[in-house]
């Protein structure tokens, strides 16, 4: 319920911009849905809104631009659809509890 006013009295000013950090923790689904379907109409509507959130399906929800720090580093900025776009998924096999040496792996920088 304190998730739900806090949210309340932030947008009853109707502020031209938004900074939100994990704004729908604390939320129940449906009024989760609601609130991202208002940052939607919101965005839309000209008004920008700065979302912080671990929960990347919220984020595909509410984002065009998309950016990523590490230990406090911004590491990159990228409209959604480009990053989306260069993502791959990776299924890597473990032999006797180590990981099978390849090429990709050796180049992103992961243990082999």
Known sequence: MRAK??????LALDP???VLDEPTSGLDALVR????ESMVDRAAAGQT???SSHQIGEVER???IVAILRKGELVLV???DDLKRQIRELTVTMTDGQVVDTPFLRGCGAPT
């Open 49 to 51: 809104v700065f979302l």
């Open 62 to 64: 509410v984002a065009d």
């Open 5 to 10: 006013v806090s949210l309340a009295l932030a």
């Open 78 to 80: 990228e409209r959604l």
């Open 33 to 36: 849905r609601e609130f991202l």
């Open 16 to 18: 031209p911009l938004l």
